[in-house]
Structure formats: C-alpha cells, structure tokens
C-alpha cells in the first residue's frame, strides 16, 4: 500500500468501533431472538443496531462516503470512499456467549483497503491497520512470526465446512491441511488477529463476503504479514470468497501452490 489513510478516517474507525461495542455489550450473554438470513445464517437485533449506529456516524460525519454492510446492504458503493462493516463477524459465537467474535471495520479508497479494524468489545482489544503505519493493537505496535517452512505452520480457519460446496477447493484445503503441523478451527475475525500479532502463521477461508475480509487486509499487510485470494491477487470489493494470510511471504506462496492447484 503507498496511500497513507488520513488521521481523521482512522479517528473515524475508532468511533464507529465505540459505537457498536456499546451496542453488542448490551446484549451479549443476554436472551435475544435469533432471525434467519436467506442464506440461513442467523443475525439478531444487536447486529441491525450496531450497524444502524455506524452508518448514523458515516452519514453525519461524510456524508458522501458510501457504506456496505452486512446487515443493511449497499449505499453508494460507488463512492470514492466507501466503508464496509460487519458489526457482528462470527454470529454464531456472539449468541453462544463466546468472544471470539468481533466488530470489522474497512475504509475502501479507489476499490483499495486503506483502513481496517477488527474490535472485540468483552476483551477490549481493538487492533487497526491503517496504510503508512505500523499495525497496532490497543495502540501498540504488533508483528507476525513465521516459525518456519509450511511444515512448521499453525493454519487456522472458520469452519471446514466452507469448502464443501466445490470438490476442488475442498481436496486443496485437505492437501494443505496435510502439509502444516496442526489444523485449528472456530477462529473467526479473531484468528486474523492472532496471526497479526505472531500467535499463528496462517489462515485460509472460504466462501467469504467482501465485510468478512476487508478489514483484515490493512490489519495482516500493516503487521508485516500477506493477504490475497488463492490466485494471489490483491483482495476488494470484487474479489472472489477464497482469501488465504499468511506470516511470510514465502509460507503464503508456498499455501497458495497447493490451493491453487
């Protein structure tokens, strides 16, 4: 990334963070309803609220920035800045009273991420990459650490069930699986963290949404880490649900061969 992402975007991120966490702490480990997406994942109303308040906040403080979120979809994607927001990555954790859920945050400028912020409210860690600056954790700078070749790798991932739909990317994670020292699953949001800051080296999903991602590529690039799809490429708007990270440039490569063959 050559673009430096503005102080005040990234006191920006910091407010909208705020701001759902007082929602989402009002309700976690509270009774809720739990609401069936089309997609059958489930979503409750502390993930409309702390949406609603982040767009509140974007719509008062830039008005012509454009905003995609997971609960309420698209408004001026098309806009030179556009904020993309998943007020609740990891549903199902939130509801079981588990956090390793979080709040993402991601600041698109020209289709690139320049801003991301995963933000968990019940441990009060909040880890922001921005671009021309190092990442930080509760502002403390943070690094990843690679332990080695692929055979030395911790690879974490949501769920194994995010590649069963294609038989091809389902035999690739099984090839990878086999080639790093253990397989770990259930991170979520958090696990990019984890990797950021030298915990893990690396993680591969699936089946992913342009909120699910964006926010991690400032994060994981910021800490001296790579992040793309599996073809390589740089992650966006547009990009595909296939994102591997990894600790170093040469694990990352090393992952992707295998994924992409």
Request: charged residues 20%.
């Amino acid at each position: 990334m050559t673009e430096n992402c503005p102080d005040a975007f990234v006191a920006l991120g910091g407010q909208l963070a705020d701001a759902a966490g007082e929602v989402l702490m009002r309700h976690f480990r509270q009774p809720l309803g739990i609401i069936d997406k089309a997609d059958e994942s489930p979503v409750t109303i502390a993930d409309r609220d702390a949406e609603t308040r982040m767009r509140e906040i974007i719509a008062r403080t830039f008005p012509d920035h454009g905003v995609v979120g997971e609960e309420h979809g698209r408004d001026r994607a098309d806009a030179e800045y556009v904020w993309v927001l998943d007020p609740v990555d990891g549903t199902k954790a939130f509801l079981s009273g588990v956090p390793v859920f979080g709040t993402l945050i991601a600041l698109m400028h020209g289709g690139k991420p320049i801003l991301g912020i995963i933000d968990q409210p019940v441990t009060h860690e909040r880890w922001v990459g921005a671009a021309g600056r190092p990442t930080a954790l509760n502002g403390a700078p943070v690094r990843v650490a690679a332990r080695g070749g692929l055979g030395d790798a911790v690879l974490w991932s949501t769920s194994p069930h995010m590649f069963d739909e294609v038989e091809a990317e389902r035999a690739s994670f099984a090839r990878l699986s086999e080639s790093v020292k253990f397989v770990h699953y259930g991170g979520e949001c958090y696990q990019y963290a984890m990797l950021a800051s030298g915990h893990i080296d690396l993680v591969v999903e699936g089946d992913m949404a342009p909120y699910d991602y964006c926010a991690h590529v400032p994060i994981i690039e910021g800490a001296g880490g790579v992040i793309t799809d599996w073809q390589g490429k740089p992650l966006g708007l547009e990009s595909g649900g296939k994102v591997v990270a990894a600790a170093s440039p040469g694990l990352h490569e090393a992952a992707r061969q295998i994924l992409a063959a």
